[in-house]
Structures are given as structure tokens and as C-alpha cells.
């Protein structure tokens, strides 16, 4: 099984996908949480991420595009995964489908998940209270969900026109989102094909 989660920053794809991965049995590849491990390793890559990610913008298509080649590399993505945060904009969604198409290893479903900007500040605030991620205070978190506006709304529309797309309400419990989820996956979820 090999799954897209998209969705604007704090609409719960990473939440999604820890459970996701527990019940399908695949990983979850986060390109965030690469990054966020690059900066704290304090890695030249690290590096060089740090100061754009605290911005709210994105890193360069070439440095995540090596990223996630590198992970999905390793063997126990052999089976399947959960990309959380991958594509996000036009020419990150043509590298994957490339990487994709030479891989042999066509995606099996693309899932929106659906929550209204209101919805989404008032979440990331709470955590932004709690765990003070750097790039989760209220400016930051405005010019994310611009930028997700701008270069991610696309990467929606190429999926739609491909026929790939499924949509879910992301309101409600994590139990509640993650059961219309697993509703709509192709009937092949939780096998290792
Ligand atoms: P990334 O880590 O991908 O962050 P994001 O997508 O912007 O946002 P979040 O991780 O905050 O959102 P999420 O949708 O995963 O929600 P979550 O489950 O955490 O990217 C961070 C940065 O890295 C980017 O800005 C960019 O700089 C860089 N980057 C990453 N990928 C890149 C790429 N491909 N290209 C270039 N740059 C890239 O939930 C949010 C909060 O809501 C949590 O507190 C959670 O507990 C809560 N919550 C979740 N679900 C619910 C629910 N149902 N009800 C109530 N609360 C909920």
C-alpha cells in the first residue's frame, strides 16, 4: 500500500499517519520529521534547512527530493508507505511520480484531509503553548498556510485531474478521521503487496 497524505500544516496528516502505520503496517515517511532530525543531528543539510524552516517557507525541492529518495531506499518501504508532507508543489509531485514510475511502485491512493483554517490556527496554537515548535507561532503558522495556498492547493488539482484523489473531513476525533480514512482506502489496505 502506498499512500499520499495532503493536507495544510496542522490538519493532521502526521497524526494520521502514526496510526495509520500501526494499522497498515507501513512506515510513515515524514519529510518534516527528516528535516526536523537533519536540524537537530545539526547536519550540513540541518544546517542549511534550519533558518527556512522557521520561516514557515519550503526547503529546496532538490535537497528533500534527496531525502526522500535516500529513505525510500530502505528496506521496510519494500512494502508500502505513508508520505506526510511530500509533494507540496508542482515540481515535487512530478519528481515522485518519476521516482515513482522507475521504482515500479505506482500510489495506490492520495488523501486529503479536509480542515478550515480557523480549525487548524487554534490546534497549532495549543501545540505551539505546549511544545513551542519553532515554527508553530501564530505569524509563522499564517504564512505556512499561504504558502500551502500558493504551492500546495496545485499539487490537489494534480491529483484530482489523475482521478487519485480522495478526500476526507479532517474535524473531529483522531478515532472518527482515521475511520473515514481507513473507509476509503482501496481494499488491498493493510496487505503487503
Ligand atoms: P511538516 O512537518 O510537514 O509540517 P506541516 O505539514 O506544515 O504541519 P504539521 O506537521 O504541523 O501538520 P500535520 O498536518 O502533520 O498535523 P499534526 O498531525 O502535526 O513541515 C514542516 C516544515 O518542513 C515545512 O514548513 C517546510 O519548511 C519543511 N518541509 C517539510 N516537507 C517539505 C517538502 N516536501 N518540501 C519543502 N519543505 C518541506 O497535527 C497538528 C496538531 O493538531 C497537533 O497538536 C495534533 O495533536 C492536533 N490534532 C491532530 N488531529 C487532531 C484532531 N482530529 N482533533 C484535534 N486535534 C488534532
Known amino acids: 500500500m502506498r499512500l499520499v497524505l495532503i493536507g495544510a500544516p496542522g490538519s493532521g496528516k502526521g497524526t494520521q499517519a502514526e496510526r495509520l502505520t500501526v494499522a497498515l503496517g507501513i512506515p510513515h515517511i515524514s519529510t518534516g520529521n527528516l528535516l526536523r532530525a537533519a536540524v537537530a543531528a545539526g547536519t550540513k543539510l540541518g544546517r542549511e534547512a534550519k533558518a527556512v524552516m522557521e520561516a514557515g517557507k519550503l526547503v529546496s525541492d532538490e535537497i528533500v527530493l534527496g531525502m526522500l529518495e535516500q529513505r525510500l531506499a530502505e ?68 504564512h505556512r498556510l499561504s504558502v500551502y495556498a500558493e504551492q500546495t492547493a496545485p499539487v490537489v488539482a494534480h491529483y484530482r485531474a489523475l482521478g487519485e484523489l480522495q478526500m476526507v473531513d479532517g474535524v473531529g476525533s483522531v478515532d472518527a478521521v482515521l475511520a473515514r480514512i481507513m473507509a476509503i482506502l482501496p481494499a488491498s489496505a493493510g496487505t503487503t503487496d
Open 75 to 142: 528496506p521496510d518501504a519494500e512494502a508500502g508507505f505513508i508520505l506526510d508532507g511530500y509533494p507540496r508543489n508542482l515540481a515535487q509531485a512530478d519528481a515522485l511520480d518519476r521516482l515513482l514510475e522507475r521504482l515500479a511502485q505506482p500510489l495506490d491512493s492520495v488523501v486529503l484531509i479536509e480542515v478550515p483554517d480557523q480549525v487548524i490556527i487554534d490546534r497549532v496554537e495549543s501545540r505551539f503553548r505546549i511544545e513551542g515548535r519553532a515554527d508553530d507561532d501564530p505569524e509563522t503558522v499564517r
